[in-house]
């Protein structure tokens, strides 16, 4: 569980054992071996709190990891969410592959990896595909299944390639024939590249182990190094041209940081980077061979996870569960066992594939928590009591994380899932795979409803041994996700956990069960069905040093955290807690103040002196309200501490990680801190017991002294020292050196420049602990006086600057700034300035006065203007200013007001609120205005008028005194709202009269009565609520009663109403005299015709009349629209009439046992029938023929207790005293048919008799009772005496409690004890001999006869005895004994023994022998495949061993063999073909088509021997020689040999085992000779060693066994014996070995342990020296000499190098290219600028034929003597010695058309002279000689320069030209 990551919460185990306290007991599940976890029973006081009760269970809790809680019986929490409404969003889980499924690996990144290792190691490219059973097979799977099984020799071992072509495929079934393809395959294309790999591993895990600076890496390795590392260009000092040439470099993934290239490893696909340190888990050195990032391991498609699903309610979840079920275990009732032992086997791939769904990780936030929460609605089937009372239940999941004593109360973020509940909806096998919590927390889950959960812990003190397991068990799945564990999508069978020493502990949570998981404790498990459970963590206080192990972890790992550890601690002890977790407190922060203390002085050691505390948090008391920054390495939260650097300035890292930052010097970086060392450690003190921290504090003054801090608190002072200007000094010596510093800054004259340097310098020891207080308190010296001079000197500027420009008025200084800034007792510092202030102040409180008396007394306006521009000019901003300000406005605005009042003519403008407002204004004003008095008359007014309109308001207001009242008010100005409330009430009154009379108007011509109604009653209530009486009103009464009337007599004709209310309206008519309208004369009519039904009905009533006349009384109803009084009696006696014939009619036309399938009817219903005829208020028929029915039914009941009675008293009656024979079988008998006889005269009836079921179990009884008394007389078998007693088991207890049912069933249960003690009738179980005789004792208390049981029993006993006498016989004799005599006493006895000693003495030597057997079967099964006959087969191994030591033995001198060294066939008719070599035979059968020419018929040369020629034996043929293959190995015969020691009978097998070890021995002898021969072995001859080597594999490939230790050691022997041939090949072939060739094979030889003392080795060692001397001197003195050496010494040099016995390409060429001269010089290609005779091709220097000047287009050379050509001047060249001969002088190469001019060269006009080039060589003869010398051929052999070299030297030209 955590903040942003899905985390199950969940935690399982099985079994529940009953009891009180904790129970642990052995489950029996699949998982043989798991213990039930304990399971705790609190009282309802333990109850009460639940961090106090798992404090006391822990001690024996947390061994276990996890356990099980049941609450008391009165927990019963309602269910908070609606289960019909309830939504929730499902994750698919594919189950089958939770443990068996390949890694995601990426199939390019293997085919990358693997094409490498072929071209690099096997010098050959993979193209073609792979193909099994007719498909493509995926190599990258296989690769990685093979890897999962431990590879191929464990999986050939083990025989396990089922499993894995189930892994690589998903087909169920394989044949023997594709596991052997599959095996070959992999061995073919893939073992190989295995054991690379392995190689590549075991050298990481010894670099791992050794020292880093005591690694040396190989060649490759370096090479491979070079590709992944970045280097670093410059140092630090230039680190703007590092950030700038790095913006195009590589840059970490993780970091988001170019720096620090050297620690840069990039993908070796991708291409991307990595810092070592930045990996998740870090790298300590770069890993050897080729290297990948996990996105290109892992493929995107491939990956393993929960997918998200869709949305399900509860019911149709239920549904899919329902379904998953049936189909797993169709309609059957499993075991929980079972259902466990299911769900492993699909985890384990072998009951095929099953995908469920999980709701899990539910926020209980966003879907709601099963528990009661304060703000959640109260389900009407909940008590509101109950509800409120679960809601603050500590037990309430919403409410644990922070109850007291939690250290998680201060977490004011909702983690969801550590503070806020998660919900999980599971179904059957829904999982929840291996974890841990997150940061090791404490973990509970409450299992709501359902089914149950199955849960596996493993304690916390076993997690690295259960890591270690997971990672030994999937190494494939580890290695392409190394966080898998974090990822809760892999299961592991804790049976294998149980094998590996890991103990398993289960627990089984049944609904309303918590079940908690203890710190570090690794648990998983799955649901046996569909439930709900809810989950969330927490943390006492015993959780703390798991939490910082935790904390820990994650640092190591790069894993973000959820929340800062440290964090936790400081506000935990800041908030206070209880006195239980002192010590848990007081250790963690002791180890992180130790730490704290460790880095940040480890920071000022190496040049870290800056630092800054960091901005307190907003709510310090509260953990996560505000995010604190991590760290870019390991992503740590940096609470207490972090280091930055201005390179980068929102990169932060941690104290441990400050090196990877960036590049920048050390006292460029800057320690960022919350608190300092000295509050740390007062925080520690706090939780110390008789903490005195407050007292500390008040007692430390402010002192000097640095020893006083140092003296308080002992062993905290620091003792740092470092060099500074290259003396020692340790950090308190400059503390007190700043410090003394620091006093003289304060005493002198303040220097701005001199503080800042001072508080600059203090940074290093702010952050120390108390011994650095002083510094603190000087620090807050020299901050506070600085910042009081600064404010000084700012104000008298501000000041001084005022005075210069007054008109400058927002930066003025208040007066309180001035006078706080003076209000100082003691001056903080030096400031010569001061009393210019002072005097400033002086002024400004003199004008403040003045101000003051101006307001206080009434004064002209023109004096207070007057007052306010002198205080706006002042330089001082003065706060009176404002409210002088403020009266001279409001004087002007209530002046301004005033005047419009008074002007206003016009009526009701002015609302009296302003005027009030107005005069309310003046009484505030401290100045006299004319207006005021004006102001006083009209308001007098105005308040008469309103005295004068409440009077009025107050009494009853008749209409025409308001009209004349509101005519004389119409003069008024102002608005008085009395005034108008008047006006509107006459209003109203006129528009309530106007209404009326438009009402009553047209009256009379309606009908509408309703409306009508409705009209007056509304005229009428608003009438009422007129303020002003109107005339009108008794009018609109009695109108509206009339109309009242009418509307009843209408409603009384249109729907039927009762009598008296159609008399009430007749009545009310003849009041109001309105009786006579037509609507009342039809009211009379109707009242008439009811009157006289109703006398009629009565009369019916009455007399109890017959049915058909209540039938007619009903139908003259229908007709009267009157609610008539009599109607529901008439109608109520009719219903229930024909209520009752319609149930009589069941019970008329019933017919007895006619139909069987219909229901019986009840007898009582049936008496029911007849007795209500007796409330019946009409006569029906049919009642007599009901009488007769009861009669009979009666009669049968009565017989049928008879007979029960009869049963009753033949039960009680029996005592043990009488005797049971064929008299009481009579008896029953008769009785049982009787019973019988009236059960089917009762099942004829087809009545629900209550005597049926009772007649019916009295049979069963009597029938019991006769099958018991019939096992008297004959032996009844055991399967129906467990019948007979499981059928006593469902007796009526009436029954079995009687005294003949338990005679029989004690005669019973002792025949069965007795059948289960009999060997020939139960195989099963055997029992003792004492317990067969103790059986036929107890048969004398048995009153039961059983004569026949008995003598079975004796007869037993006998042949027991007898059997047991042949034993003691047989095992008398001496050891040795016949095998088939064994045999025989095993069949005898278990056909008639009791259990004894002599019995498991024979089984345990039978045993012995077949487990001897079948250890045999299992070593020869690989080899001979189904064995038919182990003796066959063991004879062909000891023939084999006699071939292979006749061939060892005929090596001595004996000459040829005359038969076939591959077989024993020495006869028969097929042909045989004798090698040329070695003239031995072979058959074409064994050894395939001859090797020799198609001339030679019978004579061909054997591969053995073309190896020991060539030295280099086929793959596959070595493969078949030196591998174990199928062959078993010697050591299994040994082993054979020693388990027979103890074994009594003798057997063939074993003589021929015994001679087998004898062979095999004497074999090892000879290869131990051979191998010690040729190691030994020197010389340059190998034909001395060759035969050794061709006798060892001759013998080898007929041997039938497999000797590991020999062929090991003969494989080593081949290995150095194919070096030295092919050694002796390179030397000796046509063809020059090159370098490389030559150190490969001394690499090879070294590597085999091939010294100097070899022939052979010294001899390459020499070559190798001198090709090394003369390639030394060729490419560094001659190729690159500018043509300094003589080419006679270059000539000389080639001849040297092709008489090497070695062959070097590249350096003969770089030397022939040197002889080839140029020029008319005869120098080499010295890159200086030439150009090229366009006719003869000729390269000539610029400088040699003195050419200056830009080229033309066209170039002839002088020797040319063109006749249109250039003239050039050509200075006398002087040659030193001759540069070319006629025999072997140096080729010139030919110039290329496309760029012939070489060097600097500019674009001229062609208006030159022309100047004839004969007469200049005519000037210069010596030239002309030379030239003539030096010239030629036209052929060119070579070509000196490419086209692109040459187009860039003539751009270079080009743009010298320019330039000149």
């Known amino acids: 569980m955590g903040k942003g990551r899905p985390r199950a919460v969940e935690k399982g185990a099985l079994g529940h054992a009953p009891g009180g306290g904790a129970t642990a007991s052995s489950v029996s599940t699949y998982s043989s071996g798991v213990v039930e976890a304990p399971v705790y029973y609190p009282t309802e006081e333990e109850f009460v709190d639940p961090l106090a009760f798992i404090y006391k269970i822990r001690p024996q809790a947390e061994p276990f990891g996890i356990c099980r809680i049941v609450p008391p019986r009165s927990w019963n929490p309602p269910f908070a969410l609606d289960r019909s409404a309830f939504t929730f969003p499902t994750k698919s889980q594919d189950i089958h592959l939770l443990q068996a499924r390949p890694p995601s690996c990426d199939p390019d990144t293997f085919r990358l990896e693997y094409g490498r290792f072929l071209e690099s190691h096997l010098g050959k490219r993979s193209t073609r595909r792979v193909v099994f059973e007719g498909e493509d097979l995926d190599l990258c799977r296989l690769f990685n299944a093979v890897k999962r099984y431990g590879g191929y020799d464990k999986v050939c071992a083990g025989k396990l390639w089922a499993d894995v072509a189930r892994f690589i495929r998903s087909a169920s079934k394989i044949s023997e024939c594709a596991k052997h393809v599959l095996c070959q395959i992999y061995r073919e294309h893939l073992y190989d590249f295995e054991e690379y790999n ?26 491979a190094a070079g590709r992944k590392r970045r280097k670093r260009g410059v140092g630090c000092d230039r680190l703007k041209e590092v950030v700038k040439e790095e913006e195009l470099d590589q840059i970490c993934e993780q970091c988001k940081s170019g720096l620090h290239g050297e620690f840069m490893l990039l993908c070796d696909r991708c291409d991307k980077g990595w810092h070592l340190y930045c990996l998740s888990p870090p790298l300590q050195s770069i890993p050897p061979g080729n290297w990948y990032c996990l996105e290109c391991v ?17 019911d149709a979840f239920r549904l899919i569960d329902d379904r998953m079920k049936r189909k797993w275990f169709g309609q059957t009732i499993v075991s929980r066992v079972q259902m466990e032992k299911q769900f492993w086997e699909i985890v384990e791939g072998r009951a095929g594939e099953l995908e469920v769904m999980y709701g899990n990780d539910l926020d209980t936030s966003l879907y709601g928590s099963g528990f009661p929460r304060p703000n959640d609605p109260i389900p009407s089937s909940a008590d509101p009591s109950t509800w409120n009372q679960y809601i603050s239940s500590p037990w309430n999941l919403n409410n644990l994380p922070k109850l007291p004593g939690s250290m998680l109360r201060s977490v004011r973020e909702n983690i969801a899932g550590v503070m806020v509940p998660w919900l999980y909806i599971g179904m059957l096998f829904s999982s929840f795979c291996w974890h841990v919590e997150d940061h090791c927390f404490y973990s509970i889950n409450y299992l709501h409803w359902g089914e149950p959960k199955c849960w596996y812990g493993v304690p916390g003190n076993k997690a690295n041994a259960f890591e270690e397991v997971m990672r030994k068990a999937l190494p494939d799945l580890f290695e392409a996700q190394p966080d898998l564990l974090f990822q809760l999508v892999t299961m592991l069978n804790p049976s294998i956990l149980l094998e590996n020493g890991v103990q398993v502990y289960g627990v089984l949570q049944e609904p309303g069960n918590f079940v908690i998981t203890f710190p570090r404790s690794f648990h998983g498990g799955f649901n046996f069905g569909l439930n709900c459970a809810e989950a969330v963590n927490f943390a006492p206080a015993d959780w703390l040093p798991h939490g910082g192990i935790g904390s820990e972890l994650y640092r190591l790992y790069h894993k973000a955290a959820v929340l800062s550890h440290e964090e936790l601690l400081c506000v935990a002890i800041k908030n206070g807690c209880d006195a239980k977790a002192f010590s848990y407190l007081k250790e963690e922060m002791q180890r992180v103040f130790d730490r704290e203390k460790k880095c940040r002085e480890e920071l000022w050691v190496n040049g870290i002196v800056r630092s800054l505390q960091m901005h307190p948090k907003k709510h310090p008391h509260y953990v996560g309200t505000e995010e604190d920054p991590t760290c870019v390495i390991c992503r740590q939260y940096l609470y207490l501490s972090a280091v930055s650097c201005s390179c980068r300035s929102s990169t932060f890292v941690c104290l441990e990680h400050w090196e990877h930052l960036c590049e920048c010097k050390s006292n460029k970086l800057r320690l960022l801190y919350r608190h300092t060392l000295a509050e740390l450690g007062d925080l520690i003190d706090m939780v110390s017991p008789n903490s005195k921290i407050s007292n500390v504090v008040e007692m430390l003054p402010l002192s000097d002294d640095f020893s006083q801090g140092s003296k308080s608190y002992p062993g905290r002072s620091s003792a740092m020292t470092k060099k500074v200007k290259g003396c020692e000094i340790s950090y308190l010596q400059l503390a007190e050196d ?19 340097s001072s508080l600059t310098e203090a940074e290093q020891f702010l952050w120390a602990d108390h011994d650095m207080d002083p510094v603190r308190d000087m620090t807050f010296k020299l901050i506070e006086a600085q910042r009081w001079a600064l404010n000084v000197n700012s104000c008298l500027f501000k000041v001084e600057s005022l005075e210069q420009s007054p008109q400058n008025h927002k930066e003025k200084v208040t007066l309180s700034e001035l006078e706080n800034l003076l209000s100082v007792q003691i001056l903080p510092c030096c400031l010569p300035d001061l009393h210019k202030l002072k005097a400033v102040v002086g002024d400004a409180q003199t004008l403040v006065t003045e101000i003051q008396h101006a307001l206080s007394s009434s004064s002209s306006i023109g004096t207070l203007q007057m007052l306010y521009s002198k205080a706006t000019n002042f330089p001082v901003s003065l706060q009176i200013v404002d409210r002088l300000s403020l009266e001279i406005s409001s004087a002007k605005n209530w002046l301004e007001n005033a005047h419009l009042c008074l002007k206003e003519k016009r009526s009701d403008v002015i609302n009296i609120d302003i005027l009030n407002k107005i005069k309310l204004e003046m009484l505030d004003l401290h100045v006299n205005f004319p207006e005021m008095d004006m102001l006083s008359r009209l308001c007098e007014e105005v308040e008469s008028w309103r005295i004068r309109c409440k009077y009025m308001l107050r009494g009853y207001i008749r209409m025409k005194e308001l009209k004349d009242f509101l005519m004389s008010s119409d003069h008024l100005t102002v608005s008085i709202p009395e005034l108008d409330l008047l006006r509107k009430y006459s209003s109203d009154a006129r528009s309530w009269v106007c209404h009326l009379q438009g009402v009553l108007q047209n009256l009379d011509k309606r009908e509408d009565y309703g409306n009508i109604v409705i009209e007056l009653s509304c005229i009428l209530k608003s009438g009422y609520l007129l303020h002003v009486q109107v005339d009108e009103l008794p009018l609109v009464v009695a109108e509206l009663k009339r109309s009242i009337c009418r509307k009843n007599a209408s409603k009384a004709l249109s729907a039927p109403m009762p009598l008296g209310f159609l008399q009430h309206i007749l009545y009310e008519a003849s009041k109001l005299e309105i009786e006579n309208e037509q609507v009342f004369v039809n009211v009379s009519k109707m009242l008439t015709k009811a009157i006289a039904w109703e006398e009629g009905a009565k009369s019916a009533l009455e007399h109890v009349a017959h049915i058909s006349v209540f039938e007619k009384i009903l139908r003259d109803s229908d007709s009267i629209l009157v609610g008539l009084p009599s109607f529901p009696n008439i109608r109520d006696a009719v219903s229930m009439a024909k ?6 009619q069941l019970f008329l036309k019933h017919a007895p046992n006619v139909n069987t399938s219909e229901p019986l009817l009840r007898v009582d219903d049936l008496k029911d029938l007849v007795t209500q005829t007796k409330h019946l208020k009409v006569t029906v028929d049919a009642t007599d023929k009901l009488q007769s029915i009861v009669a009979e039914v009666e009669g049968w009941e009565q017989d049928s207790c008879c007979l029960l009675g009869n049963v009753k008293s033949l039960f009680d009656t029996y005592h043990s005293t009488s005797t049971i024979d064929n008299h009481l079988s009579t008896k029953i008998e008769q009785l049982l048919r009787k019973i019988e006889s009236s059960i089917e005269v009762g099942d004829y009836l087809c009545y629900n008799f209550k005597e049926l079921p009772n007649l019916k179990t009295a049979a069963m009884s009597l029938q019991w009772c006769l099958t018991a008394i019939s096992f008297c007389y004959r032996i009844p078998l055991l399967e129906d005496v467990d019948r007979l007693l499981d059928e006593a088991n469902h007796l009526p207890i009436i029954f079995l409690d009687s005294h003949l049912v338990q005679l029989l069933n004690v005669g019973v249960n002792w025949l069965r004890k007795t059948l289960c003690t009999l060997p020939e009738l139960n195989s099963t179980k055997r029992c003792k001999l004492k317990d067969v ?25 006998q042949k027991h005895e007898s059997w047991v006498g042949q034993v003691h016989a047989y095992f008398s004799l001496p050891k040795g004994q016949p095998w088939l005599s064994l045999l025989k006493l095993k069949e005898d006895g278990e056909a008639a023994a009791f259990m004894c000693y002599e019995l498991d003495k024979v089984a345990s030597e039978v045993e012995k022998v077949e487990n001897w057997l079948s250890q045999c079967h299992a070593i020869l099964e690989p080899l001979f495949g189904n064995l038919g006959s182990l003796t066959s087969g063991l004879v062909q191994i000891k023939d084999s061993l006699d071939r292979a030591l006749r061939i060892y033995r005929d090596s001595k001198g004996q000459g040829a063999r005359g038969f076939c060294v591959c077989c024993p066939n020495y006869g028969g008719n097929e042909e045989v073909y004798t090698c040329l070599i070695c003239n031995d035979r072979y058959h074409f059968s064994c050894v395939g088509p001859p090797l020799a020419n198609a001339s030679m018929t019978n004579e061909y040369a054997c591969p053995l021997c073309v190896y020991v020629e060539n030295g280099a034996l086929p793959r596959n043929e070595s493969q078949l020689l030196f591998s174990k293959g199928n062959r078993p190995e010697v050591k299994s ?21 015994e001679r087998i070890v004898e062979r095999a021995c004497e074999c090892k002898s000879f290869v131990s000779e051979i191998v010690k021969s040729i190691t030994s072995h020197y010389e340059k001859d190998l034909s ?9 594999l001759k013998a080898i490939s007929v041997t039938g066994i497999y000797d590991h230790q020999g062929c090991c050691d003969l494989e080593s022997v081949l290995t150095r014996y194919s070096w030295k041939v092919r050694v002796r090949k390179l030397l000796t072939g046509s063809k020059k070995p090159v370098l490389s060739q030559l150190q490969r094979v001394m690499k090879e030889g070294t590597a085999m342990g091939i010294t100097s003392k070899d022939h052979l080795m010294r001899e390459i060692t020499d070559m190798k020296q001198i090709s090394l001397q003369w390639v030394d001197i060729a490419r560094k003195q001659v190729a690159s000499d500018s043509g300094k050496l003589a080419l006679s010494e270059v000539y000389k040099l080639i001849i040297e190098g092709e008489h090497l016995p070695l062959h070097f390409e590249k350096e003969l060429k770089l030397l022939r290219e040197r002889t080839l001269l140029y020029c008319i010089c005869r120098m080499p290609n010295d890159q200086r600028a030439m150009i090229a005779c366009d006719q003869c091709d000729e390269w000539y220097h610029f400088e040699c034929i003195n050419l200056h000047e830009p080229p033309p287009k066209t170039f002839y050379c002088p020797a040319c003597q063109p006749t249109n050509g250039v003239a050039v001047s050509l200075p006398y060249v002087i040659c030193s010695e001759e540069r070319s001969n006629n025999e072997g002088g140096p080729n010139t190469p030919a110039c290329h058309r496309e760029s012939k001019h070489i060097g600097s060269r500019t674009n001229y006009g062609h208006s030159q002279d022309a100047v004839e080039l004969l007469d200049v060589l005519r000037s210069h003869n010596g030239v002309h000689q030379l030239w003539r010398e030096n010239r030629r051929p036209l052929h060119r052999t070579t070509r000196r320069r490419g086209m692109q070299l040459e187009r860039e030297e003539a751009q270079k030209g080009r743009e010298g030209g320019a330039i000149g």
Request: glycine letters at 2%; proline letters at 4%.
């Open 198 to 223: 392995s190689r590549l591993n075991r050298g990481i895990r010894k670099n791992r182990s050794s020292k880093p600076s005591m690694v040396r890496k190989t060649l490759a390795q370096q090479e």
């Open 738 to 756: 700043w410090f003394s510093r620091s006093c003289h800054i304060l005493e002198s004259p303040f220097s701005d420049s001199n503080y800042n």
């Open 1139 to 1144: 209520m009752w014939i319609s149930r009589s």
């Open 1333 to 1357: 005789e103790l059986v036929l004792d107890e048969f004398q208390e048995v009153i039961v006869p059983y004569p026949m049981m008995v003598t079975q029993i004796q007869d037993a006993i």
């Open 298 to 314: 892992n493929s995107d498609k491939d990956i393993f996870g929960f997918v998200p699903g869709k949305l399900y309610t509860v």
């Open 1533 to 1553: 015969f040994f082993e054979l040999v020693s388990a027979a020691s103890d074994i009594f009978a003798r057997i063939e097998e074993l003589n021929l085992v």
């Open 1584 to 1592: 001395s060693i060759s035969e050794s080597i061709l006798i060892a």
